[in-house]
Nanobody, 124 residues
Framework: QVQLVESGGGLVQAGGSLRLSCAAS????????MAWFRQAPGKEREFVAA????????AYADSVKGRFTISRDSAKNTVYLQMNSLKPEDTAVYYC?????????????????WGQGTQVTVSS
């Protein structure tokens, strides 16, 4: 069974950094697209970043471009989200997601597998 397990969330002051990890298991992820989404209280789940497992191509939401970096370590079967210059509006539950194929999709409905999420809280 495919499993995605997020870790690395926590409380950080504005301007600080966090690195989220998504441990992926259950299959070979070559040919898959991996992504991060987030959902703040009272808001819809929104796309943050995506990466092709094999080719490494990436896509970012405008709100995080230049501050966040998505990457993956194939040997460790892990996807990362490095978050720098954090703002209070980045506060949300962050979810790891995966879908077959190489389209860097931004829609939640395009992803087949989801982790349980990890809380990121940025204080002002």
């Amino acid at each position: 069974q495919v499993q995605l397990v997020e870790s690395g969330g926590g409380l950080v002051q504005a301007g600080g950094s966090l690195r989220l990890s998504c441990a992926a298991s259950g299959r070979t992820f070559s040919g898959y697209t991996m992504a991060w989404f987030r959902q703040a209280p009272g808001k819809e789940r929104e796309f943050v970043a995506a990466i092709n497992w094999s080719g490494g191509s990436t896509a970012y939401a405008d709100s995080v471009k230049g501050r966040f970096t998505i990457s993956r370590d194939s040997a460790k079967n892990t996807v990362y989200l490095q978050m720098n210059s954090l703002k209070p509006e980045d506060t949300a539950v962050y979810y790891c997601a995966a879908r077959p194929g190489g389209v860097l999709a931004a829609g939640t409905y395009r992803y087949n597998y989801w982790g349980q999420g990890t809380q990121v809280t940025v204080s002002s």
